[in-house]
């Protein structure tokens, strides 16, 4: 029962945002808002038409390639560097300047080098994603179950078998952690370059509406770039409930104790 | 008895300490570095690879000037009102939700879908509503920072332990009190990192919405020069851009620990 | 004649001494004792003896300060803690105090682990695995994750891992210590059953007086530290244990009294 009436609850904020959406494009003018109506229908002839496929599709292959160069790395790195503590010790300041330096603003020059095509997009994204990936591996491989490992040396794995079957699983949530946040970001982070320069990709359909003073397709194409970081967002979700099925619900960690 | 225990008991001293060798090391990575920038500076030319020396120079002609402060200046100018209402509105937001839980849920997942519109992507619609300025900036920077503020903010208010309210309303305290002393001390942790990292954000959403929307500040700086390609302009503008972002963090660092003295710091990345 | 399968020779161990301190105390000091081949030995004593110390040295997971561990009359303690060779090549089993099971493999893979690192997997030890899940009233059990099996249940899955590949010599640290009494002898009976099919050399380490009497052929008295052995007892009675009634059993009050007196 409650949980009809939860639904029924979003609903019902939903439709009311949705009217004072309506509401404020009567009194301001479409011109300024567009409309929840002509919005949406815009959207289905884009897709429809193919447009909006198609340029959906560039801004996945951008966030896409970026994210594999950039998670790759930052993958292999702290398990690389697992048994020497002082090189992440060494790395430290430049990861976390790296970190906390906005990459974004790196785009322009980014363009400089690679031009409006795909590759500086690509560049933006992987610089993203690299830094945040990078402290969750990291973090991952740092709370590994010593006796773990030790019970598997036990039995009589060398190094490579400890790395694969004991160290890697245990830093595989931590991977998903940061994938969770960086793959959705790197959406983003396309649609905002291809903004700033390109001619091809959901920004640049937001750019070419608001060239032409057209406020609906601002929003058509705003809407299917929402959609996609949702959507990326899910499939991690997704893709982490199956390869993580093994994990102990967050909340009942205790052991139960005596019943065979 | 054999005195093996002596093996074992002393490790051999080694040559430096740890702690001079991880700072050799980062010395040295630091150099080659620098010495990779300007092998890029030669071997790529100029036009994509402004030389370190350039940089420089640009850097103190920019601080001479009084151009960079200008800019850091609108910047920081934008940035801190943004930050300032998204503050207020992050922070005040939950407290409201926490007094209705069916609101809550109602309205939840339309803040958690609001947050996949990549905001940065509002900033041409916003031009086209309030022209070239700083109110699309505010705007901006607002939206990138309201939702770091209020999650954090949010969780903390969700974290606050019942027994505790419950204990002090007991004792004969006023639902006042309860908020400031009960509640307000246990969301502080909470609410710290979130401004830890909505802080350097909102500078930085700054400088990234300056890019598409702006005439002046640092952001503006480096867009403007890549239009003319004008390479150092570029390096210049992204180290002010960076080095600013970098203070900010290391401000926001610093005031934490000031204020959070009582609290065993939670170590993470060490 | 033959050399003692497992002997432990004036064994010692402290810490390192950290720089500018007193020298750290003696954990073990000047322990003596040797296993047959095949015999189930109980070592017990009070908390603080350095029982966990003693296996993991004679598991090759730490060092000695002084002293030697001969395997068939080869010396195997190592001083220098970078020549350790853990398990001694899968000659030695350790089942740990806590189950250490790799929580995102199934029952049955964690099982099959060690064979797998060793690259014994085949048909006839996956059967050998699936007949030791069956002894052990596992079956069923093979597609659960860790934590969605009871203590007990992982303690069964930790146990029979070691067990799966067969080393000489099974080293047990207190393992049935954090189930309740009922699972305890449920899986104090499952062990001897085990042991009856093959006849490892088992030590097995315990606080506990009653389990130390009802499982080994002897039982070892532990001091306090600097630990040495204080006491061995022969257990007369005879095999196949009834575990459950062993209280009743005449002498046994007699050996129980005895070794409480020693632990003091």
């Known amino acids: 029962m409650k949980r009809y009436r939860r639904i029924a609850d979003r609903i019902l904020v939903g439709v009311a945002l949705l009217a004072l959406w309506q509401l404020g494009s009567w009194v301001l003018g479409t011109y300024w808002l567009s409309t929840p109506w002509l919005t949406i229908s815009r959207f289905v002839t884009s897709i429809a038409s193919g447009e909006m496929i198609r340029h959906a599709g560039y801004t996945v292959e951008e966030a896409a390639l970026g994210g594999v160069i950039g998670a790759v790395p930052a993958i292999i790195l702290p398990f690389a560097l697992r048994r020497m503590p002082a090189v992440v010790q060494v790395l430290d300041p430049f990861m976390i300047g790296g970190y906390g330096a906005p990459k974004l603003a790196l785009a322009p020059l980014f363009i400089l080098w690679f031009g409006i095509g795909i590759e500086s997009k690509i560049a933006v994204v992987a610089s993203i994603v690299f830094f945040i990936e990078y402290f969750s591996t990291l973090s991952g491989v740092r709370q590994l179950d010593a006796k773990l490992v030790q019970m598997a040396q036990l039995v009589g794995a060398n190094e490579r078998q400890v790395a694969r079957h004991v160290v890697f699983p245990s830093a595989v949530p931590n991977i998903f952690a940061g994938l969770r946040i960086s793959l959705p970001i790197g959406i983003a982070v396309a649609v905002v370059t291809e903004l700033i320069s390109s001619n091809r990709g959901l920004g640049y359909l937001v750019q070419i509406g608001a060239m032409n003073f057209d406020v609906t397709q601002v929003f058509a194409a705003l809407l299917g770039a929402t959609i996609l970081v949702l959507a990326v967002g899910y499939a991690v979700d997704g893709t982490e409930r199956i390869l993580l099925r093994w994990r102990p619900p967050a909340d009942s960690q205790q052991q139960q104790l005596g019943t065979a | ?270 | 004649m033959a050399p003692p399968f497992l002997e432990i020779r004036n064994l010692a161990k402290r810490f390192p001494t950290r720089q500018g301190r007193e020298p750290s105390p003696w954990v073990i000091r000047d322990l003596s004792f040797a296993v047959g081949e095949g015999e189930f030995v109980t070592l017990i004593g009070p908390s603080g003896s350095g029982k966990t110390t003693l296996l993991n040295m004679i598991a090759q997971i730490d060092a000695a300060s002084d002293g030697q561990i001969l395997f068939s009359g080869d010396a195997i303690a190592a001083s220098d803690p970078k020549s350790l060779r853990p398990g001694l090549d899968r000659r030695i089993g350790y089942v740990t105090q806590d189950d250490n099971l790799l929580p995102w493999r199934t029952t049955i893979d964690n099982v099959l682990f060690p064979l797998e690192v060793q690259g014994r997997l085949d048909d006839k030890t996956r059967a050998h695995a699936e007949t030791l899940i069956k002894a052990v009233g596992l079956s069923g059990y093979e597609r659960y994750y860790p934590h969605e099996l009871s203590g007990g249940m992982r303690k069964r899955t930790s146990l029979i891992r070691t067990l799966v590949y067969d080393p000489p010599v099974i080293l047990m640290d207190e393992p049935f210590a954090a189930v309740d009494a009922q699972t305890r002898a449920q899986l104090q009976e499952d062990l001897l059953r085990l042991w009856e099919m093959g006849r490892k050399t088992i030590i097995f380490v315990t606080h506990d007086i009653a389990e130390a009497i009802a499982l080994g052929d002897r039982t070892l008295v532990l001091t306090k530290q600097p630990t040495r052995i204080a006491a061995e007892h022969k257990i007369p009675f005879r095999r196949p244990r009834n575990v459950k009634d062993i209280f009743a059993l005449e002498g046994f009050a007699s050996v129980y009294e005895t070794i409480r007196a020693e632990i003091q």
């Not at chain 2, 225990?5 to 700072?23: F, G, M, N």
């Not at chain 2, 905001?119 to 939206?143: Q, S, T």
């Not at chain 2, 959403?205 to 700086?221: D, R």
Request: proline share 5%; net charge neutral; charged share 15%.
């Open chain 2, 1 to 270: 008895m054999t005195t093996i225990d002596q093996v074992i008991s002393t490790p051999a001293e080694p040559l430096i300490s740890r702690k001079t060798a991880v700072l050799l090391g980062q010395l040295g990575f630091a150099a080659v570095l620098l010495i990779a920038w300007q092998w890029a500076a030669d071997a790529f030319g100029i036009i994509f690879f402004a030389p370190p020396l350039a940089v420089l120079q640009r850097l103190y002609e920019m601080a001479a000037s009084g151009e960079m402060f200008w800019d850091i200046w609108a910047t920081l100018k934008v940035s801190a009102i943004g930050f300032v209402i998204a503050m207020v509105a992050g922070a005040i937001l939950p407290f409201g939700l926490r007094l209705s839980p069916r609101v809550t849920e109602a309205v939840e997942p339309y803040i958690f879908w609001s947050q996949g519109i990549p905001k940065y992507a509002l900033a041409p619609w916003l031009i086209l509503w309030f022209g070239i300025g700083e109110l699309p900036k505010v705007i901006i920077v607002i939206a990138m920072t309201f939702y770091v503020i209020f999650y954090n903010t949010l969780a903390g208010v969700r974290a606050v332990d019942f027994r505790l309210i419950n204990m002090a309303r007991v004792m004969g305290a006023s639902e006042k009190v309860v908020a400031r002393e009960v509640i307000w001390k246990s969301i502080q942790p909470f609410f710290y990192a979130g401004m830890k990292i909505a802080m350097p954000h909102a500078v930085g959403a700054c400088i990234v919405g300056e890019f598409l929307v702006s005439t002046e500040g640092v952001g503006y700086y480096i867009e403007h020069a890549r239009e003319l390609s004008d390479t150092v302009g570029v390096f210049a503008g992204i180290v002010v851009a960076t080095a600013l972002v970098l203070v900010i963090n290391a401000l926001v660092n610093w005031l934490e620990r000031r204020a959070l003295a009582w609290r065993p710091v939670a170590r993470d990345m060490r």
